[in-house]
Structure formats: structure tokens, C-alpha cells
């Protein structure tokens, strides 16, 4: 039995279950190895980059970050079982920054995440949310969005739960599915030999 090991490089559930969703959306035979099962393990790292990044490249640096730290951990440093943490087959990172679009004023929540066996990197976004003006102009002044997003809605931790995507469309946008496309797409070259 052949176990595909998938560190996520974070210790939020939220973006654990969005690595489950990528990975279950793939078969079996189409993920490196063809194994016959995957185990996502939960590796907090640090991003590397801000707590609120800003722009597509910060966000995507810290996707990155995330993934690479986690082929780098070793077993006791992660607080996980022998053979979960260290020794992963693929890493993945997800962060999610604050960004501008050509063409636009807003300001956008964006999704990013990064895939990486240690030596090809795959990439891939989640949809992009326009900000209320009210909460852009917080983020502009220096304000981290989930801290905004909890003062905003009278609660707290909303990163680990519906995040700032489901405030903003009234839960129309799951969370933990938006990050799952980033992901997704993030497999890319490791499911198919088109890249």
C-alpha cells in the first residue's frame, strides 16, 4: 500500500480541509505514484512574509514559503507522529492576501496556493472578493483583514471558520472550497504531463 504523505503548511482546519477537497477531487492514479491513499497532515510553518500581505507577489511568496518549509520539517519540530511530518511528498502553502487589479480601484481578498515536491512548484489561485470600501480602507491604513472582518461582524477567529469570503457573499463562497481551487489548480503538474 502506497501512501501519498501531503504536508499543508498551516495549522488552520480550514485550509487542511481545502487540501482534502483538491486531493479528493483527483483520482487515485492521476497523483504522483498512483498511490492508494493520501494522508494530509497539518505543519504550521511561518509564511515568511506579513501577517497581511499585500499584492499578488507577497500572497504568492508566502504560498510558496509555506510549501517549501514544509518538506523541511522535521518530525519532532511539527509535534506530529514519526513519518507524517518529515519525509512529506508534497508540500503545499496557502495564503491569502489584500490586492489591486489593473482596471479597478478596489481592493480584493485573494487566494493563493503552491504545491512542491521539493523540485517542480505548482501555483494556483482562488477566486478573487471585492472589499467593502470601509473595510479596504482599514487594510490601507494597516489593518490585517481578519481582525477587521472579526471587528466588522462582532465575533472572533473567523479565519478558521468561514473566513472573510463567506462574510462577504453571505456564505455563498466557502472558504474551504475558493481555497480548494487555488489548490487544484496548484496540482496541476503533478496530475497531468501537460506541463
Known amino acids: 500500500m502506497t501512501i501519498l504523505r501531503v504536508g499543508v503548511g498551516s495549522g488552520n482546519p480550514v485550509k487542511r480541509r481545502a487540501v482534502e477537497l483538491a486531493l479528493g477531487a483527483a483520482a487515485d492514479d492521476d ?3 498512483a498511490p492508494t ?3 494530509v497532515e497539518s505543519v504550521p510553518v511561518d509564511s515568511g512574509v506579513s501577517e497581511q500581505p499585500r499584492g499578488h507577489a507577497e500572497t504568492i511568496a508566502g504560498a510558496e514559503n509555506r510549501a517549501t518549509a514544509v518538506l523541511d520539517v522535521a518530525p519532532e519540530e511539527s509535534g506530529a507522529e514519526p513519518d507524517h511530518a518529515a519525509g512529506c511528498d508534497l508540500g503545499v502553502g496557502i495564503e491569502g492576501g489584500v490586492a ?14 503552491a504545491v512542491t515536491d521539493g523540485h517542480r512548484v505548482g501555483r494556483g489561485a482562488g477566486p478573487s472578493l ?18 477587521v472582518m472579526d471587528d466588522r461582524l462582532d465575533t472572533d477567529g473567523i479565519a478558521e471558520r468561514g473566513g472573510a469570503a ?3 457573499t453571505n456564505g455563498r463562497v466557502d472558504r474551504a ?11 496541476g503538474p503533478f496530475v497531468t504531463a501537460l506541463y
Open 31 to 33: 497523483l504522483p505514484g
Open 37 to 39: 491513499g493520501v494522508a
Open 100 to 113: 489591486g487589479f489593473d482596471g479597478t480601484d478596489d481592493r480584493y481578498l485573494i487566494m493563493w496556493a
Open 130 to 147: 471585492a472589499l467593502p470600501s470601509t473595510i479596504a480602507a482599514r487594510i490601507d491604513d494597516g489593518a490585517e483583514l481578519g481582525p
Open 166 to 168: 463567506g462574510a462577504l
Open 177 to 187: 472550497e475558493a481555497l480548494a481551487a487555488g489548490v487544484s489548480g496548484a496540482l
